[in-house]
């Protein structure tokens, strides 16, 4: 005699194909994955509201949408809304032509003319540059450093140095 066993996994797998069948629910995926559902209207205020030079105030931000929002009959975005699009809205990019000799010669694999987002533009700067393309990196919008923290691939020192930026601009 077999001993029976408090969980048979062939019998909950047979319980289920008979429950399930061939009409077993799929999940469907939605048509705007991967977009943003904000208004665009509210969209573009947080755009605006995040292009400056020094980091506003998260608090800030969404007091600002509110007060945006309200007279529009649209929903604030919540706080980590904000947070997402900070991570992904474009930064200022930046003409390759009008850049100094110590910033282009970091752009060592990019073509000589074109633009550059600002986020990989000081990536560039702080991973393969000297003191003057550091230092054009550190003056550089809030927005694009902090876009750059999030990149892989950055060299110790590298990192390091970007962090004391971060520290010291109040942007991390």
Not at 3 to 21: T, V
Not at 51 to 68: D, K, N
Not at 97 to 113: H, I, K, M, W
Request: with cysteine; aromatic share 8%; net charge positive.
């Amino acid at each position: 005699m077999a001993l029976m066993s408090a969980f048979d996994l062939r019998a909950s797998l047979a319980r289920a194909e008979q429950r399930l069948g061939d009409d077993a629910p799929s999940r469907k995926r939605r048509a705007d994955r991967g977009q943003s559902r904000l208004d665009p209207e509210v969209l573009a205020r947080l755009t605006e509201l995040l292009q400056g030079y020094e980091r506003p105030p998260v608090r800030e931000i969404q007091s600002q949408l509110a007060a945006f929002c309200a007279g529009r009959d649209a929903t604030p975005p919540a706080r980590a809304t904000v947070y997402q699009m900070m991570a992904r809205l474009p930064a200022p990019s930046y003409a390759i032509e009008g850049l100094p000799d110590a910033v282009r010669s970091t752009l060592y694999n990019l073509s000589p003319t074109g633009d550059v987002p600002g986020h990989q533009l000081a990536f560039y700067c702080l991973n393969y540059g000297g003191l003057e393309a550091a230092s054009f990196a550190a003056g550089m919008p809030w927005l694009a450093l902090y876009q750059t923290a999030r990149l892989p691939g950055w060299r110790r020192r590298s990192r390091g140095l970007l962090e004391a930026i971060l520290k010291t601009r109040g942007i991390s």
